[in-house]
Nanobody, 116 residues
């Protein structure tokens, strides 16, 4: 059974930074990509950034220049460094993993609140 556990969320002032982590464990045979999504109250889930097993990254326009996705392949862990945070970044941030066999797994999410 595969499990994704996010951590690193919290309350931060506008302009501040947070680093989110997502660790995958269990019967992981081969990861194709890992990524981050977010969901604010009353809004649809929104893609933030993705990193492939080869290290290729892609991110949403709202994240470019402020958020950086990275990974530790040996630990099956993906990170999201978030800088210059804005109140509109407030959301539950969720980790997603896709395996080479096409299976998709989600974490439970970690709350990020940007407020003064």
């Amino acid at each position: 059974q595969v499990k994704l556990v996010e951590s690193g969320g919290g309350l931060v002032q506008p302009g501040g930074s947070l680093r989110l982590s997502c660790a995958a464990s269990g019967s992981i045979f081969s990861i194709s990509s890992m990524g981050w999504y977010r969901q604010a109250p009353g809004k649809e889930r929104e893609w933030v950034a993705t990193i492939s097993s080869d290290g290729d990254t892609n991110s949403a326009i709202s994240a470019k220049g402020r958020f950086t996705i990275s990974r530790d392949g040996a630990r099956n862990t993906v990170y999201l460094q978030m800088n210059s945070l804005k109140p509109e970044d407030t959301a539950v941030y969720l980790c997603k993993m896709r395996t080479r066999r096409g299976f998709i797994y989600w974490g439970q999410g970690t709350q990020v609140t940007v407020s003064s």
